[in-house]
């Protein structure tokens, strides 16, 4: 059996297998893929991506699928491998459950612990956004505005506060990424009185069409109307640029992204997933 690692060069020969979304993170800083064939078909294939949690080299895993157990052995074994060669501790795993067990029991059975769970991950369309108790008052705070509207040098700015303090979103990779990563014309921010911005709400557009959130931020001391505007303003600008059945991809990944997910969208549920982990 071949493993082989994904990269730029070659991912368009697993498309059909992955999906396009999966792979349109493959050659980004912090993320990794492997891939198992024998005699040309595709056996297993997984894709993780590595990120700092409490001064520890953690790796998570987003995409894991097998034929059979042999296969499983061989690719986690060649994933095991690769995390020790970079020092990682512990592999947490946050996959797309399956409608058979398989998966979760090979997981097992590799050491994870695995539970049937709900995902931080909420899929909405645009009409359910519009139609949110937020949007019957449609005032924005002056200052609101989609990141094409600023300067280069004053998003990169506040890249660069957000990155001391920590706060990346779901990009650990952000100081590598461009602004035209984002979606600009839908991507919102705020400029404060000496125009300097302290406020992004940002979303990269998938292969898919679907719109996912990367970050969202407020060092403006005005959180209580500051973030809430930059989604209203986001979803204007979205009325604009996409019709009703577009989908959202919502990611409640830290507590004030929770706490504003739980109140804009109270009946809002995760996707389905295994999640667990091992210490390495």
Same mark, same amino acid.
């Given at each position: 059996?071949?493993?082989?690692? /994904? ?10 297998? @992955? ?10 800083? $912090? ?8 005699? @040309? ?7 993780? %991506?590595?990120? =700092? ?15 059979? =157990? ?7 074994? *060649? $994933? ?6 970079? *020092? ?23 050491? @994870? ?6 995902? #931080? ?9 519009? *139609?949110?108790?937020?949007?019957? #008052? %449609? ?25 001391? /303090? ?18 600009? #014309? ?6 404060? *009185? =000496? ?6 709400? /940002? ?11 990367? /970050? ?17 303003? @986001? ?38 997933? $295994?999640?667990?982990?091992? #210490?390495?």
């Amino acid at each position: 059996m071949n493993i082989i690692e /994904l990269d730029q060069g070659n991912i368009d020969n697993f498309r059909e297998y @992955f999906g396009n979304d999966i792979l349109d993170n493959i050659g980004r800083a $912090y993320y990794c893929g492997l891939i198992a064939v024998e005699e @040309f078909e595709i056996k297993a294939g997984m894709v993780w %991506r590595y990120t =700092n949690q409490d001064n520890d080299l953690i790796s998570i895993i987003e995409w894991f699928e097998t034929a059979d =157990n042999a296969s499983a052995d061989e690719i986690l074994s *060649a $994933y095991t491998e690769k995390v020790k060669d970079v *020092a990682v501790k512990k592999s947490k795993i946050v996959v797309r459950a399956t409608k058979t067990k398989e998966e979760k029991d090979i997981l097992k059975d590799a050491g @994870f612990t695995v539970k049937l769970t709900e995902s #931080d991950k909420v899929i909405v369309t645009l009409s359910e956004l519009s *139609a949110m108790p937020l949007m019957k #008052d %449609r005032k924005i705070p002056r200052g609101v505005t989609n990141i094409g509207e600023v300067t280069v040098r004053q998003f990169k700015e506040c890249v660069n506060k957000c990155q001391l /303090l920590g706060k990346r979103g779901v990009c650990d990779d952000i100081s590598f990424l461009s602004v035209s990563f984002f979606e600009q #014309d839908v991507s919102t921010c705020f400029v404060d *009185a =000496n125009e300097d911005v302290t406020g992004l709400l /940002l979303f990269h557009l998938l292969p898919s069409g679907m719109l996912s959130i990367q /970050l969202m931020i407020c060092l403006d001391k005005n959180i209580g109307a500051v973030l809430p505007g930059m989604m209203k303003k @986001f979803v204007e600008l979205m009325e604009e640029n996409y019709p009703p059945d577009t989908k959202i991809l919502l990611n409640r990944h830290n507590e004030a992204s929770l706490l504003l997910s739980e109140k804009l969208l109270p009946r809002g549920f995760g996707i389905p997933v $295994y999640a667990g982990n091992r #210490d390495e």
